[in-house]
């Protein structure tokens, strides 16, 4: 057996192993199943989280399990295991260029390929400056995102009834992470591989790793005629025909295949003669790209929208850190809202600010937060949602005893409210509420309608000392269009800035 159908095998494999770990990263089928093991396999995710962190959250530990063999082999992983680059491999021979002379020249390097490492300077300096945002482009992070907002809604949409989830749940902006999905697949058919070659921050990490691998192609120049058929399936335009690449080499071994000449052979440590080892990336672009890094913190910051001018609506999963840090360990993975049972997380445009864009947020309007429910810290593989306990959700945990946690804290828009504003009975909202005794509560009045008929109605309040935010009352409302009672994220418990009350803030 050839080895190149060694790799599809392992293409193949590691694509349905993905597919199965999202599958099951569901809030009815979630069990032991390692569910966020590509994304702890993901040394970029570890490497710019302890940047941000300054610590390594242990799950991440897998990354060092992908950094050896990088480092004996090179680029592998791009075209054995990542399964985004497996999907546009695919995509890529299914409508890419047929004619030989036109695939040979879709395959050869081009400077363009080089974007890619000025995306990774400047994601690097970012988290420098303690601005996580490698999510935005990494292919881990970014297809998690895309199967859980996007592919497997629109599958249960399209299919009512299929396996590919326990419920239809809706995303608020998935058209967009959908069509961003489509646009770099369908790319493919005009550069082959072209977010893998051009965009992907993970492979520009690992390409720069690669130049101190052991094995590596080496052309022999008395066998090579020069032919260049070597490039007709080149998965990583690394020029095997003149001076290899070392940086963009998929180790794919196509090019050993395609020569007629055995002109190429994978080596030990071969004549360094026959390659380049660096990527292509000038000095002033690298300083562009570092400036454009540490630019980006300032900007982004300067708004306020994770400070004083934060958004009522941005409201983060129970077990959330404080904002700032929050935004250090998120890497916009979108698991938490994927294994979500009732569809209250949602990913986040700018709610919390441009830093903040495809991070989990919570809309009442969709969902809400269910009591007995900690999936999402569980989930979670960099610690921007907390591993708490049920116990510890509740407040009845010894270390937080009697303090449960609180996402934010519901008001009455009494203009609305039925009983206050239209001498309408109404109690849903103290029927739902979960906790004990129930933050919402009704005093009994009785009024006179516009008749002149004595109405008795039981105005309802909101005791701010009980509430935890959940939005069970705002999504039951009955006040359908915008509800009559909506939850903000003041006095939520991770940050004593957001106190509602005096007492909290000392607390």
């Known amino acids: 057996m050839r080895i190149t159908r060694i790799r599809l095998l392992s293409q193949i494999f590691f694509f349905a192993l993905f597919v199965f770990f999202v599958y099951m990263a569901d809030s009815e089928r979630l069990r032991a199943y390692p569910v966020s093991w590509?994304?702890?396999?993901?040394?970029?995710?570890?490497?710019?989280?302890?940047?941000?962190?300054?610590?390594?959250?242990?799950?991440?530990?897998?990354?060092?399990?992908?950094?050896?063999?990088?480092?004996?082999?090179?680029?592998?992983?791009?075209?054995?295991?990542?399964?985004?680059?497996?999907?546009?491999?695919?995509?890529?021979?299914?409508?890419?260029?047929?004619?030989?002379?036109?695939?040979?020249e879709s395959n050869r390097y081009r400077r363009l390929y080089s974007v890619k490492y000025i995306i990774l300077i400047a994601a690097v300096i970012a988290a420098v400056f303690g601005s996580l945002q490698i999510g935005l482009l990494d292919p881990i992070c970014?297809?998690?995102?895309?199967?859980?907002?996007?592919?497997?809604?629109?599958?249960?949409?399209?299919?009512?009834?299929?396996i590919w989830s326990t419920g239809t749940h809706t995303h608020q902006l998935a058209w967009v992470i959908g069509f961003i999905l489509i646009f770099l697949l369908a790319m493919n058919a005009v550069i082959p591989r072209f977010f893998c070659r051009t965009l992907c921050p993970l492979g520009a990490f690992l390409g720069a790793c690669s130049r101190f691998s052991l094995w590596r192609i080496h052309r022999d120049t008395k066998k090579c005629v020069d032919c260049?058929?070597?490039?007709?399936?080149?998965?990583?335009?690394?020029?095997?025909?003149?001076?290899?690449?070392?940086?963009?080499?998929?180790?794919?071994?196509?090019?050993?295949?395609?020569?007629?000449?055995?002109?190429?052979?994978?080596?030990?440590?071969?004549?360094?003669?026959?390659?380049?080892?660096?990527?292509?990336?000038?000095?002033?672009?690298?300083v562009l790209a570092g400036v454009l890094g540490f630019l980006f913190f300032p900007l982004a910051r300067s708004a306020g929208k994770n400070t004083k001018d934060y958004d009522a609506k941005g409201i983060r999963p129970p077990g959330s850190v404080e904002e700032n840090e929050f935004l250090k360990r998120c890497i916009k993975c979108d698991q938490c809202i994927r294994v979500c049972p009732t569809n209250v997380l949602q990913p986040a445009m700018l709610q919390t600010g441009l830093e903040g864009i495809w991070t989990p947020i919570m809309n009442m309007r969709t969902g809400y937060c269910q009591l007995n429910c900690t999936?999402?810290?569980?989930?979670?593989?960099?610690?921007?949602?907390?591993?708490?306990?049920?116990?510890?959700k509740l407040g009845v945990a010894k270390e937080n005893q009697g303090k449960p946690i609180k996402v934010g804290t519901a008001f009455y828009d009494r203009g609305r409210c039925l009983p206050w504003a239209m001498d309408t009975p109404c109690v849903v909202c103290e029927e739902v509420c979960p906790t004990t005794p129930k933050a919402i509560y009704t005093r009994e009045v009785t009024t006179t309608d516009r008749y002149g008929k004595p109405v008795t109605l039981k105005q309802p309040y909101v005791d701010p000392r009980q509430c935890i935010g959940c939005g069970i009352c705002e999504h039951e409302c009955p006040v359908n269009d915008q509800r009559a009672i909506y939850v903000t994220t003041v006095g939520e418990t991770r940050s004593k800035a957001r106190s509602l009350l005096l007492g909290e803030s000392q607390g």
């Open 228 to 286: 260049d058929l070597c490039l007709r399936h080149c998965e990583g335009a690394c020029d095997p025909q003149t001076m290899v690449r070392k940086s963009e080499c998929f180790v794919c071994f196509n090019c050993i295949d395609d020569c007629p000449h055995d002109a190429l052979a994978f080596r030990f440590m071969p004549d360094v003669r026959g390659e380049v080892k660096d990527a292509e990336v000038s000095g002033r672009r690298m």
């Open 38 to 104: 590509f994304l702890e396999l993901d040394p970029l995710v570890a490497l710019t989280t302890g940047i941000t962190t300054h610590t390594i959250y242990k799950g991440l530990l897998w990354a060092l399990v992908l950094l050896i063999p990088t480092l004996l082999l090179g680029r592998f992983f791009c075209n054995w295991m990542c399964p985004y680059g497996s999907s546009h491999q695919f995509f890529g021979w299914l409508f890419g260029k047929r004619h030989a002379v036109q695939k040979m």
């Open 142 to 162: 970014l297809l998690y995102r895309s199967f859980t907002t996007a592919i497997f809604p629109a599958l249960n949409m399209a299919v009512p009834g299929t």
């Open 375 to 392: 999936l999402c810290g569980q989930v979670c593989p960099t610690g921007a949602i907390q591993r708490i306990s049920i116990e510890e």
